[in-house]
């Protein structure tokens, strides 16, 4: 749908509705820009295709969204969840993720794919995984694809909450959808340093820092102006190599793998142009490699490690009884919080951040066992 009478039909539908799935498709694997170009719904009678770059169906979808006696369907919804705060200014309540239900199954294979065809028979197309959603028009092959994604997520949903039901497992779930309703974009985040998404930057000298830097600045500048995923302007190795004042031209530029020849040698210049002054700059103007921030980032004791260690087997063999992924059960993270609090009472394992109630269920006794002086056993 592409104007306000779909929005209208939408809205109408939702309003009866008991529930409903949702989907979003963007464009960050082709473009600059990742925003929503097109927005899924499936109630248990009909399906709707949302063109969000023609029109903003925010209005039609706000109420029935934010309403917590309504479930909405999500898979893997986390990112979903993100784009609809940043793009459309929406906010989900009530919240059923069949990936999330599928992991606490005991599920190996969450993907969309792969459960429905074990639940109900169903092989999705892959021919759309990295179609460009930004482009139009869409075809309406491309459409039937973008469809099926919500289509069966009601009835899979059916499926696994027995699942969960059987193990006593549906009240773990419950609390991950709870804590999903809490994700939206972040606002108060300061940027990243691009240096640090480099391997290796933490070892080179200042000046080949601040040559990654502007290397990075002006691919993501190129990126924005003709609206590229920043890989396809050029990959992370040639920014490295260009940063390293190994490269003396554009044309030496457009013989790199990783870089199309036609970038090189119509935006190559300014690239070489940016690293060359980066390079000039006194070393006590340029910032060093950033730090690690957190509350604990010194290195852990010897006893630590020893109780680290403890925990990890303890938490791997719980793992492996439950049939969970080892660090769903409980992530390292937490692990490592635990091994420096050494709880001795089920009260101080339950005071460790992060640490969900669930966890502490499924785990908990093993932990504090293991989180215990061994030598006083």
């Known amino acids: 749908m592409e104007d306000e009478a779909g929005a209208e039909r939408l809205a109408r539908a939702l309003a009866s509705a008991a529930r409903f799935a949702l989907d979003t498709e963007a464009a960050g694997f082709h473009r600059y820009s990742d925003r929503i170009c097109l927005l899924q719904v499936s109630t248990d009678a009909e399906t709707f295709v949302v063109d969000t770059l023609a029109f903003d169906p925010a ?10 006696a309504r479930p909405v369907l999500l898979h893997g919804s986390d990112y979903d969840l993100r784009l609809l705060d940043r793009d459309l200014g929406l906010e989900v309540r009530s919240i059923l993720d069949t990936q999330i239900a599928a992991a606490l199954a005991g599920e190996a294979q969450t993907g969309l794919s792969a459960l429905l065809e074990r639940y109900q028979g169903i092989t999705l197309s892959k021919k759309y995984q990295r179609a460009d959603w ?10 039937a694809y973008a469809a099926a994604d919500t289509r069966s997520l009601g009835a899979l949903w059916d499926l696994l909450r027995g699942k969960l039901e059987d193990l006593g497992r549906l009240h773990w779930a419950e609390e991950e959808f709870a804590l999903l309703e809490q994700v939206g974009w972040p606002t108060d985040e300061e940027p990243l340093d691009p240096v640090t998404r480099f391997a290796g930057a933490r070892k080179l000298d200042p000046a080949s820092l601040e040559a990654l830097r502007a290397a990075w600045g002006w691919r993501d500048a190129l ?6 995923a920043p890989f396809r302007i050029a990959e992370d190795r040639v920014l490295a190599e260009a940063a390293s004042g190994a490269i003396a031209s554009a044309d030496e530029l457009a013989s790199l793998r990783g870089i199309s020849k036609t970038v090189a040698r119509t935006a190559g210049d300014d690239l070489l142009r940016a690293v060359r002054e980066a390079r000039a700059q006194p070393a006590s103007t ?18 630590e490690e020893e109780r680290m260690d403890r925990l990890k087997a303890a938490r791997n063999r719980r793992a492996d009884e439950l049939g969970l992924d080892r660090g769903l059960l409980v992530p390292n993270a937490v692990l490592m919080e635990i091994a420096r609090r050494a709880p001795r009472s089920e009260a101080e394992l339950a005071e460790v951040p992060s640490l969900k109630r669930w ?11 293991a989180a215990g002086d061994p030598r006083r056993r």
């Open 223 to 228: 990126a924005r102006e003709r609206d590229r």
């Open 134 to 143: 930004a482009q139009r028009p869409l075809t309406e092959e491309q459409i």
């Open 59 to 68: 209005d039609a979808l706000r109420d029935p969204l934010a309403d917590p």
């Open 359 to 369: 966890q502490q269920e499924a785990a908990g006794a093993v932990l504090l066992e």
């Open 286 to 303: 340029i910032a060093p490699f950033p730090r690690k921030g957190g509350p604990r980032t010194e290195r852990p004791t010897r006893e």
